[in-house]
């Protein structure tokens, strides 16, 4: 749905995230408004294993953006590349993250 970039807010000067929606999807209004609720429902959830969503906004080029925390970590795909299949114990770990934060 969009690409993700490491970027700097100017006014806060605070290293963020930049989720922008794919080119190809500009035009689409439904996928525009999709990508706005998004934004807007990530904005009001707080945990701590939910991404944080500071702005919103469009582009020059007309492309909607939000912008939100920046996160350290890597893809999965390339843990699971680099140490192959998971012991259950890490699994686990990581499922019941995942679970603590559907539950909000």
């Known amino acids: 749905m969009g690409t993700i970039y490491a970027a700097e807010h100017l006014t806060l000067r605070r290293r ?17 408004e999709r990508f706005r609720r998004e934004a807007q429902v990530a904005s009001l959830l707080a945990h701590e294993h939910i991404v944080s969503v500071f702005d919103l906004g469009v582009l020059p080029s007309g492309s909607a953006y939000y912008v939100m925390e920046l996160l350290d ?5 390339v843990t699971l590349a ?10 686990r770990g990581i499922a019941l993250q995942i679970c603590d934060a559907l539950a909000v």
């Open 16 to 32: 963020v995230a930049l989720k922008v929606l794919s080119d190809q999807l500009w035009g689409e209004q439904e996928m525009l």
């Open 82 to 91: 680099r140490e192959g299949p998971l012991p259950w114990t890490r699994v």
């Open 73 to 77: 970590g890597e893809d999965t795909s």
